[in-house]
């Protein structure tokens, strides 16, 4: 059975920094794209950052978090990250990370990915 447990949510000012840690077990994801996305009471949830580790790898931006968030990987942890710097009131949200089960698919919106986290709490206060 495959899960994904993200882990380092929590509150902050508005300038800080989080980092979220998300392992997967179950199966490996080497040659699958991984990301974060995020969700705030009343929105749909949005794409915020993608990994693929393929053709010498790539990572995938939300324009609201570019130049502040970074995603990073560890395969040999089957483990995903996303630190987030600079972080605004606007971060404030649920965020869920996610898995391809099908490998070299650049996955950039939520209805490609098969497997999620159950979600961790980011609270940035102004």
């Known amino acids: 059975q495959v899960q994904l447990v993200e882990s380092g949510g929590g509150q902050v000012q508005a300038g800080g920094s989080l980092r979220l840690s998300c392992a997967a077990s179950g199966r490996t994801f080497v040659n699958a794209a991984m990301g974060w996305f995020r969700q705030s009471p009343g929105k749909e949830r949005e794409f915020v950052a993608a990994?693929?580790?393929?053709?010498?790898?790539?990572?995938y931006y939300a324009d609201s978090v570019k130049g502040r968030f970074t995603i990073s990987r560890d395969n040999a942890k089957n483990t995903v990250f996303l630190q987030m710097n600079s972080l605004k009131p606007e971060d404030t949200a649920v965020y869920y990370c996610?898995?391809?089960?099908?490998?070299?698919?650049?996955?950039?919106?939520?209805?490609?990915?098969?497997?999620w986290g159950q979600g961790t709490q980011v609270t940035v206060s102004s």
């Open positions: 996610a898995a391809d089960s099908t490998p070299f698919i650049r996955a950039l919106t939520s209805s490609e990915y098969d497997y």
């Open positions: 990994s693929i580790t393929w053709s010498g790898g790539s990572t």
